[in-house]
């Protein structure tokens, strides 16, 4: 059986970047950043832009909003080309939008009017979202059901594509798109206890603007073209900062928003992953190793000597557990 490859999801901060590079490092492999802001050039210190080198980072300027779907274009063009020069892709990042996207499938949603996107943005703004999200119930009843009256970004889409096509996107989702999932292994790491997390996205926050975060949006404030509506503005933390700039807020309410942004933006992440299909949890404590594993290291080696070191079902799986077992 030929290997998988190999997908690494989990929460923001839950040292996804730093296994990732060693696993490139180990097995000979590139890393292809699935992350929604780290496609857009001047979002780094605020995007936690990694020092290895990923491909899909700063490909787009802000301005210019990068898709799911485009995401999924370019994230095949790179594994096809990592492949074809004898090393292995490594798919890693917490946009679990973009994930769908690549090993799902795409829905094949026409191409609606931006007018429409901007008409409900600024209904949203004037109305507030859980009102329109009233809309969307009265339409859309299964999406709404699934979302908080307030995650903006999602109810804007449920309702563009409601209003430009006249068919609910709960109806698109229901089709089958062209699924690549059983190419790839699909693990997400995660620590524990959940206070864990919340103390590495606090103490992250804290060397974001130690390095320069509010110097970081203020440049892209400056810029004159940028504004709230574009999505790489509305990412968790230069959204914050941008109304510090703005005068809405002061820098002690800016540092608590964007710490709850954070925290409310793992969560979701989460629960993604908890009804992703044929996924690998991977527990990690304070110090990155592995706690918790579905398979004993007897297991683990009689399994790898079973199906070989490089190749069969889940070898990805034993490898991971490995090093993180000397981490």
Known sequence: MAERLLALMGPTASGKSALAEKLANEYDGELISVDSALVYKGLSIGAAKPDYPHHLVHIREPIDPYTAADFAIDARACIDDILARGRRP???????????ALLQGLDNIPAIDPEIRVAIEREGRECGWPSLHQQLAA??????????????QRICRALEVYRGTGVPLSDWQRADGDSIADQFECIALCPEPRALLH?????????????????EVRTLWERGDCHTDLPAIRAVGYRQVWSLLEGEIDAITCHEKILAATRQLAKRQLTWLRSWPDLTWMTTNREGRLVQSPLTTVEVVNSAENTGSDSGHACWKHRIEEMLRNF
Not at 90 to 100: D, P, T
Not at 199 to 215: K, S, T, V, W
């Open 90 to 100: 490594i798919l890693v990042g917490g946009s679990m939008l973009y994930f769908r």
């Open 139 to 152: 339409v859309d009843p299964v999406l709404a059901g699934k979302l908080h009256p307030n995650h903006s």
């Open 199 to 215: 103390q590495r996205i606090a103490a992250r926050l804290d060397d974001m603007l130690e390095q320069g975060l509010i110097d």
